[in-house]
C-alpha cells in the first residue's frame, strides 16, 4: 500500500485525539468558572460578615451570580460532550 | 464509631454499594443528545422530549384548575403553597422592575419559572428514561451501540451485567472507504453500489462477530468467504448477523437501545431554544412598547457620534448573544445533571446516586430561577432608556420598592 492510501485511515482511527481534545475543552473550561465562583462566593462571605441583615439579598445575588458563572463550564461540557459522543 | 446502630448503618450501606457494584452493575451508559423519535405523526416526528412538556402542560393546569377551584380570603392546602410560591416571585419582580412594570412583567416571569421547574424536577421521577420501546439493530437499522435486553411479560430489561456492544464505525467505513468515489473507467451506479453493500455487509459482520463473542451465538460468519464488496460475501455476512439476532430472540432477548417514552424536557436543546425565543420576544416587546418603536432602535443604531455607533452595534450582538447563552445555560445543565446520574448510576447501582438526586433538585430550581430572573432583568433594561441616568434608576427602583411594598406584606 502507498502512503497516500494510508494517510486518510490513520487520520479517521486515531479516536484517541478526539477525547484528548474533549478532555482539554472541559478541563481549561472548568478553570476559569472555578476560580469565578470562589471569588464570588468569598466575596459574598466578606460581605456576610460585615453585614449579616442583608443576608437574602446576598446570598439570592451570589447564586444569581455563580450560575452566570458555572454557565461557562457548562458551555465547555456541552462542547466536550459534543465531542466526545456526537462528532 | 459512636454507637452500634450508626457503625451497622455504614457497614450496611458500605456492604449494599460492593453487592451493587459487584452483582447489579448495568451496561455502559448511551448518551443521546438527539430527543428519541417515538413515532413520526405525517411529517412530525413526536419526539419524547416534547411528550414530557406535554405531561408538564398537564401536571400545571390541572395544579392551577385545584388552587383555584374554591378561593378562600384565607388560603388554605394547595391553594396556600401556590400562593406562596406566586407571592415570593412577585415580590422579587416588584423589588427589581418597580410596581408598574413589575405588575406587568410577572406572568411571563412566573410561567417561565413553573414551566421549566416543574419539568427540571418531573425529569427525576422513576419513570422518565426507563420505560420505551426497544429500537432493533440489525444490518439495515443500525446503530453504533446496542444493549441486550432480555424480554419478559412483554417488558424489556436491561439484564445487569449485561455490558454495551460497541460497533466500530470507523473500521466499517474504512473497510469500504475504497468504494466512495469512482475510479476513473468505472460505471458510477455500480460502484454506489457496491459501496452500499460493503457497508450493509460490514456491519452485519460487526454485529455478529460481537454476538459470537459476547452472547455466545453461532453466526457462522467465519464460513463466508470473498472480499467486501462482492455481493454473495456481503450477503452471507448479512445473513450471518440475522441469524445471529435470531438465535439470541430465540432466547427471550432483545438486541438494541431504548428509546424512552419521557425524557427530561430541557435535555433536548429545541426546548431551552423556544423558550429563550419566547422570552426575547417579550423583552423586545415591552421595551418597544414601553420606548416607542424609534427610542427602543435607537438604543441599536447610533448615529449621533461614532463611538456611540459602535456600542450600538456591540449592543445588538449582546441581544443575540443573550438568546445562545439563555438556550445554552439551560439546555447544558440539563444535561449535564442526566449524565451525572446516568454515569454515578453505571458506577455505582446503589445509594451513590442518591446526594446527586439531591442536588438536580437544587440545580432544576435554581435553573428555573435563573432563567426567570435573568428574563426579568433584561427586561427592566429594555424598557430603561440607554445613557447614563440606568444605574441612577436601579438605585431608585431598590430603595423605593421595598418601602412602597412594606404596607402590602403588612396587610
Redesign the interface.
Known amino acids: 500500500m502507498d502512503i497516500a492510501a494510508i494517510l486518510p485511515l490513520l487520520a479517521f482511527t486515531d479516536a484517541g485525539l478526539k477525547y484528548i481534545g474533549a478532555g482539554i475543552a472541559i478541563g481549561l473550561g472548568g478553570l476559569a468558572p472555578a476560580l469565578a465562583i470562589g471569588m464570588l462566593t468569598g466575596k459574598a462571605m466578606e460581605a456576610l460578615g460585615r453585614n449579616p441583615e442583608a443576608q437574602p439579598v446576598i446570598q439570592t445575588n451570589m447564586i444569581l451570580g455563580i450560575a452566570f458563572a458555572e454557565a461557562i463550564a457548562i458551555y465547555a461540557l456541552v462542547v466536550a460532550v459534543m465531542i466526545g459522543f456526537v462528532f | 464509631m459512636k454507637s452500634p446502630k450508626t457503625f451497622a448503618i455504614v457497614v450496611g450501606a458500605v456492604v449494599l454499594m460492593l453487592v451493587g457494584l459487584l452483582f447489579f452493575r448495568g451496561p455502559k451508559p448511551v ?1 443521546e ?1 438527539k430527543a428519541e423519535t417515538i413515532i413520526d405523526i405525517g411529517p412530525f416526528p413526536l419526539v419524547n422530549t416534547y411528550v414530557a412538556s406535554l405531561l408538564v402542560v398537564i401536571v400545571l393546569i390541572t395544579v392551577a384548575f385545584l388552587a383555584t377551584r374554591k378561593i378562600n380570603l384565607i388560603p388554605s392546602g394547595l391553594q396556600n403553597v401556590v400562593e406562596a410560591v406566586m407571592e415570593a416571585l412577585y415580590n ?1 419582580c416588584i423589588n427589581t422592575a418597580g410596581e408598574k412594570n413589575g405588575r406587568r412583567f410577572f406572568p411571563v416571569i412566573m410561567t417561565i419559572f413553573t414551566f421549566i421547574w416543574i419539568a427540571n424536577w418531573m425529569a427525576l421521577l422513576p419513570f422518565f428514561n426507563a420505560i420505551g420501546t426497544v429500537e432493533k439493530v440489525n444490518a439495515e437499522e443500525f446503530h453504533n451501540q446496542a444493549i441486550v435486553f432480555s424480554d419478559t411479560a412483554g417488558i424489556s430489561l436491561i439484564k445487569s451485567n449485561q455490558k454495551l456492544l460497541e460497533f466500530d464505525k ?2 466499517i ?2 473497510a469500504c ?1 475504497v468504494f466512495e468515489t469512482a475510479k476513473p473507467g468505472e460505471d458510477a451506479a455500480t460502484v454506489e453500489k457496491q459501496h452500499e453493500s460493503c457497508i450493509s455487509g460490514q456491519r452485519g459482520l460487526a454485529i455478529a462477530t460481537k454476538l459470537d463473542q459476547k452472547e455466545g451465538t453461532d453466526s457462522g460468519a467465519g464460513a463466508c468467504h470473498g472480499a467486501p464488496g462482492e455481493a454473495e460475501y456481503d450477503e452471507c455476512l448479512v445473513h450471518a448477523s440475522d441469524k445471529a439476532i435470531e438465535e439470541i430472540e430465540a432466547d427471550g432477548k432483545r438486541l438494541g437501545l431504548l428509546v424512552p417514552y419521557f425524557r427530561s424536557m430541557n435535555t433536548d436543546i429545541n426546548s431551552p431554544l423556544s423558550i429563550a425565543i419566547m422570552a426575547m420576544i417579550f423583552i423586545e416587546f415591552w421595551g418597544i412598547t414601553t420606548l416607542g418603536v424609534f427610542k427602543y432602535a435607537g438604543k441599536f443604531f447610533n448615529v449621533s457620534s461614532p463611538i456611540n455607533f459602535f456600542v450600538g452595534i456591540l449592543e445588538f450582538i449582546a441581544e443575540l448573544a443573550r438568546l445562545i ?1 439563555f438556550t ?2 439551560l ?3 440539563m ?2 445533571g442526566e ?1 451525572l446520574l446516568l454515569v454515578m448510576t453505571f458506577l455505582i447501582p446503589f445509594l451513590v446516586a442518591l446526594p446527586f438526586y439531591g442536588l438536580e433538585t437544587f440545580v432544576g430550581i ?2 428555573a ?2 432563567f426567570a ?1 435573568l428574563t426579568l432583568v433584561f427586561g427592566v433594561l429594555a424598557v430603561s432608556a440607554h445613557g447614563d441616568h440606568e444605574e441612577d434608576e436601579h438605585g431608585e427602583d431598590g430603595e423605593h420598592a421595598p418601602a412602597g411594598h412594606a404596607p402590602a406584606a403588612a396587610h
Open positions: 448518551i443528545i422579587i470507523v473500521k467505513t474504512a472507504a447563552s445554552f445555560r439546555f447544558g445543565n444535561l449535564a449524565i435554581i435553573q430561577f435563573v430572573m
